[in-house]
């Protein structure tokens, strides 16, 4: 009977910790998110537009000698949610509006922040949606 509760109370214990593994990564990716949009409100104070392109994760945005961010983040992993991309190593950036705009995709597992899980969704200038 003892093994039977221990046994019960160590399954219950590994299903909460998955749980609040998946919502840390949801977090990360969130966080990730908004420090990229701070360097590239940096860029665009100092040069005008937004970059055209962002460098892949583990490299720099940079513009001469100006660094607004050190190491572009990775999305953690493993994914969450069914309907994110398979295998994401990069948060998808793209210019917009000739400069003046951009967008970032990126995908939660679970809703997170008012933000919508299981889908993918984008950062502007204006915001995370």
């Avoid at 005008?48 to 953690?76: C, F, H, Q």
């Avoid at 948060?91 to 400069?99: E, L, N, V």
Wanted: hydrophobic share 35%; charged share 10%.
């Amino acid at each position: 009977m003892v093994v039977a509760i221990i046994g019960l109370l160590a399954t219950l214990s590994m299903v909460a910790l998955n749980n609040a593994r998946a919502r840390s990564r949801d977090a990360k990716r969130v966080a990730d998110v908004k420090q990229l949009q701070t360097a590239l409100e940096l860029y665009f104070n100092d040069q005008g537009t937004y970059p055209s392109t962002v460098p892949t994760s583990g490299t720099t945005i940079a513009s001469g000698t100006v660094v607004y961010m050190n190491k572009v983040p990775t999305p953690p992993l493993p994914v969450d949610g069914t309907s994110c991309p398979a295998n994401p190593t990069n948060y998808t950036y793209g210019q917009t509006d000739s400069g003046r705009s951009y967008t970032i995709a990126y995908c939660l597992g679970n809703t997170t922040g008012g933000i919508a899980g299981n889908v993918v969704s984008t950062a502007t200038p204006a915001g995370i949606k």
